[in-house]
């Protein structure tokens, strides 16, 4: 089955180290794209990208960074610049060029830094 | 700044009720909308996408846009103590195909 996965479900990190959480999608789809979600909050967009080998940064870039360098894999990279990390982490992507199609979300990734 | 705004609630109506959840954005650009369930600690879901003026019945789910007064709706009929979840709508604009979300609707269906 297509779908996408991120991992691992749980990261729990001491605060100064850098952690990358893990994007893998086989559904073919172009764009992929990184949220962020804190409690009563909705999505935040971080990062995103339409093409391989191209992103771009979203609202909430900083302290974060990211890489296409295939089709199918989006890696976030939490750094220790990122002031407030500790949030539950959205992979989701979409087919490229389409506005109307809707977003495939993996499972989340609940970053966890004291 | 693109927005989109939904009342936080929780929104509480009994079993069998009709739920109503609103959300309205800012961009009158924007072409496509979707309405997202999300139960707590796990991931968004589609449950329903609207891309034209008026309803689109899904089951128990109505989508309803209205672009001239620019609000999205979701109805979801004979509400059940499953339907409980935070309800995000989600608007893309054409040109930039990045969704934007709404904070969510909390929605509590109690028995």
């Known amino acids: 089955d297509g779908g996408i996965t991120q991992s691992p479900k749980y990261l729990f990190r001491k605060e100064g180290q850098n952690v990358t959480l893990s994007c893998e999608q086989n559904?073919?789809?172009?764009?992929m794209y990184w949220y962020r979600q804190d409690p009563g909050q909705g999505l935040r967009l971080i990062y995103y990208?339409?093409?391989?080998?191209?992103?771009q940064k979203g609202d909430i870039a900083e302290g974060y960074s990211v890489s296409r360098e295939k089709k199918e894999s989006f890696p976030l990279t939490v750094t220790s610049a990122q002031k407030n990390p500790t949030a539950f982490y959205l992979c989701?992507?979409?087919?490229?060029?389409?506005?109307?199609?809707?977003?495939?979300f993996g499972n989340g990734t609940r970053l966890t830094v004291t | 700044q693109k927005e989109v705004e939904q009342n936080s609630g929780p929104l509480s109506v009994p079993e069998g009720a009709i739920a109503s959840l609103n959300c309205t954005y800012s961009?009158?650009?924007?072409?496509?909308f979707f309405w997202y369930r999300q139960y707590s600690g796990k991931s968004p879901e589609l449950i329903m996408s609207?891309?034209?003026?008026g309803d689109k019945e899904d089951g128990r789910f109505t989508a309803q846009l209205n672009k001239a007064s620019q609000y999205v709706s979701l109805l979801i009929r004979d509400s059940q103590p499953s339907d409980s979840a935070t309800y995000l709508c989600?608007?893309?604009?054409?040109?930039?195909?990045?969704?934007?979300f709404g904070r969510g609707t909390s929605l509590i269906v109690h028995p």
């Open positions: 989701a992507s979409k087919t490229g060029g389409a506005y109307n199609s809707p977003l495939h």
């Open positions: 990208s339409q093409i391989v080998n191209d992103f």
């Open positions: 609207i891309y034209s003026n």
């Open positions: 961009d009158r650009g924007s072409q496509s």
């Open positions: 559904l073919n789809h172009d764009a």
């Open positions: 989600a608007v893309d604009t054409g040109g930039s195909y990045i969704p934007t």
